[in-house]
DNA sequence: CAACTTTGGAGAGCGGTGCTCTCGCTTGAG
DNA sequence: CTCAAGCGAGAGCACCGCTCTCCAAAGTTG
């Protein structure tokens, strides 16, 4: 899609990437509140005003590295899951959960501008739905092939889902993955949270004086939420 | 401890504690990053530079915040546990589980303060973690007294921790649970980051897709923890 | 080819920010 | 009573996001 017809549009869209590149980097430094417009103009050697031409506010240069860093995360963890045999699914979700890790170690503040809080007044708009929709359905997509394979195994302790929330599931099922068990889906998003949870305690700070390096601990709490799902332990 | 000597003193400490307050009313209203320590002294009645006289930066300002809040948490966490009769360890669990999200809903800005992403270029000090380690207390101390108590089910799908998690996990318990068993331990460490996380997606809107409103979805992940931690079911 | 329109960079400027410094007034201690 | 410490006010610096106007280059049209 570079066969942009005029000079024009392809330099258009050529210093659009510039300054999206340009910012990322300020963003590695200096983290999402850092990251100021003027200083990214000044690197490209123009003027601030110039570069309104391109994004017509700072929140949506925001969005687009957010939609970006999403893909990006994305597309790891889809390849990631891509490189283990299909039968395996316990090895699909471990290898999946490693990438997912190892992505956000790799560029801490672009985990930060999409899993850590809401930048002040920015709102997510909904183009990023799809792109952050990725990884989850990674993950459940592996529920499901162990389920259609019939190797899911259903623990003991899981109880009935409340009606509600056995609503809610059914209504997220229908959209995501018809044929799984509500309660199936609801403990991969269980697991899911989980998964995010210790990356942004770990990220953030917040294990620095329990489990730290963490790299056991997220092995281990992977293998435990492939437990609570249900994943069966080894290739067959 | 208002009986500050000098009337100067006490002025000094009431308008600290004024400065907070009126911070804690602008974080409410724009987040972390909105918080203006000139729209702060402004309210105040008083010119920016004065209000350099209690904090000597706006980092600072906000880690006195940070701190506060963890305490807020960590108390009402504490109280929701005293609240339950202590054998009914569960119930304790569920009380605790609830206090935190009860308390992150209402001040959800205070809650992204201090489990969202840290504010940029700012550095946690050391001060914090007193405060920090309060809810994790909390959590680990019902777990103890299920393990003392003898009612903790063992899992039969725990796998022995790996040498250096075990070794972490001893250090940990060393400094927090002496008679812990490092597995289990760990596994409350799973469940805490698990907790959190799903709080975390829930307040920045990573949920709005699947299960939103998440009452129903935060339990039930609060019971499936409760079970993997091995909390018994019931009062005796 | 010439006239016209669109595009995009430059510059000045507005209101805001965190933070520093100096200048006095007030308070408390010796 | 004296004098140092504490503290508010004000001006000022360098930065920020964003807007507006001006003008040159690129593309379009007759």
């Known amino acids: ?11 258009r869209a050529e210093l659009t990437q510039e300054i999206k590149d340009e910012a990322r980097r300020q963003l590695a430094l200096s983290g999402a509140g850092g990251l100021s417009l003027r200083a990214v103009a000044r690197e490209l050697g123009m003027v601030s005003s110039a570069l309104y031409r391109y ?4 929140d949506d240069l925001l969005t687009a590295l957010i939609i970006d860093a999403y893909n990006a995360l994305g597309e790891t963890t889809e390849q990631a899951d891509a490189g283990v045999a299909r039968l395996d ?11 997912v890790r190892a ?12 899993y850590g809080s809401p930048v002040p007044g920015y709102q997510a708009p909904t183009d990023t739905v799809a792109a952050a929709s990725r990884v989850p359905l990674v993950l459940i997509g592996i529920v499901r092939d162990a389920d259609t394979a019939g190797t899911l195994s259903a623990p003991a302790d899981v109880r009935p889902l409340t009606p509600v929330l056995a609503e809610q599931a059914d209504a997220l099922a229908a959209a995501v993955a ?14 899911l949270t989980q998964i995010f949870g210790m990356l942004s305690f770990e990220l953030f700070g917040q294990l620095v004086g329990s489990v ?4 056991e601990f997220y092995a281990a709490s992977a293998e435990r939420m492939a437990d609570l799902v249900g994943l069966p332990v080894s290739p067959p």
Chains 1, 2 share one sequence.
């Open 178 to 191: 018809p044929e799984l068990p509500p309660q199936v889906l609801i403990s991969a998003l269980t697991a």
């Open 212 to 215: 730290d390096p963490s790299d």
């Open 55 to 58: 994004f017509p506010s700072r």
């Open 89 to 99: 699914v316990r090895g699909r979700w471990l290898a999946s959960c490693h990438a």
């Open 103 to 114: 992505w956000a170690k790799g560029q801490p503040h672009e985990y930060t501008l999409i």
């Open 1 to 11: 899609m570079n066969a942009g017809r005029t000079a024009r549009e392809r330099a």
